[in-house]
């Protein structure tokens, strides 16, 4: 097994200034470069740059020149943390197919001559070039950094939406990986397909907000009125809904179990269609809550659930949920996932419509005071901080390599 390998005592990154291009917006769904970003910017200056708009969603929004605004020229705001300075920068538009050739060179001439700017503005040097974004390999190089980081989360060019630009999102993301100091990658399968283009690719999973989450099972954190009137035993999953929720395991689970609530919370994308669980009276679809009431939302659930397809995709994916149930003290029942294994017993894998409802029932009726303190132990030795430190170690590794 591939693991993060460091010093008895890692060393901290402190003092120095990072600039992340990320490949969401800030105020979106939390996900790993937010929870590294927020604990960084604790000791070093962070400059979190927000995936850039395409034209024609920023015209729909009554945008209809880059002239108008001087917020779509440039947009920085400070956000507030414990430490030292994290500040968000929100792009100019792009143009759409950024992948294809020749947008993608328009598209990030465009991108780095603004970072530039608003790199010299505040001041940044010698800074850490962190990128989470496959398409950002025309800035690496060309900003002046002192060492360059890619940290890859999915297989991204293998996602169903991205079918169509598969093999132009491969070839820059492999140029991405070949210029960089350093690769991340959140599953052991996905670090030995990237490294063959960067020996410096090392497997860093997610970790978790632990103490977030644990608040579920305190007494002083009060059930969510939206769940009041739902009927239990509730099988949930709060994230982003899209092409990975498994629908037709859902529907088939629903259709042998009406007794039982099935609960999906989360933002959808457009390719997920709640309403194919018209049919299913038992299946509850919620929108976004915010990050800091899932607990109260945990809290009603009696299983948390990962229903996504197994596909060509997936068999990358390492899910952000899995610590978070167990955080929360909450059995987990997943599907066949190639990252679930390194759980052992502490999740429980259906392969099947009839499989997956007796571990879900089993999950329920083996869900004691003691199992719970277990899980919520497992998740405290994960946390993002912990993965954070062994992380670091590698970046500062890349810095004495570096000339």
Known sequence: MLELQSN???QALEGR?????????????????????????????????????????A????ISSLSKTNRIRSRVRPVATSGQSLLVATPPPVFPMRFEAPVIHANQYMLRRWLRRVIAEHGF??????????DACFLHGNLGEAVGVYSITDDHASYKGSR?????????EQRLIEKVDVVFATAENLVELKRKHNPNCFYAPHGVDAELFANSMSAETLPTEQLGSCQKPIVGFIGLLNCRIDVQLIQACAAKRPDWNFVLIGPQEPEFDSRLFASSPNVIVLGRCDRLDVPRYLKQFDV???PYIVDEHTRYLHPLKVLEYLAAGLPVVSTNLPAIKQYGGQVAVGKSVDETIH??????NQDGEKSKAMRQRFAMNQTWSCRLQSMNQHILDAMERTP
């Open 8 to 10: 008895p005592e890692p």
């Open 59 to 62: 015209g729909k929004q009554g």
């Open 17 to 57: 200034d990072i600039v992340c291009i990320s490949a969401s917006e800030w105020d979106q769904n939390w996900l790993s470069n937010h929870q590294y970003m927020s604990r960084l910017a604790e000791r070093n200056r962070v400059l979190y740059v927000e995936r850039p708009r395409n034209l024609i969603a």
């Open 164 to 172: 169509n630009r598969e093999s132009s999102m491969r070839k820059w």
């Open 125 to 134: 040097r010698d800074f850490i070039l962190w990128s989470y974004s496959p």
């Open 304 to 306: 948390g659930f990962i």
């Open 359 to 364: 571990q879900l029932s089993a999950a329920m």
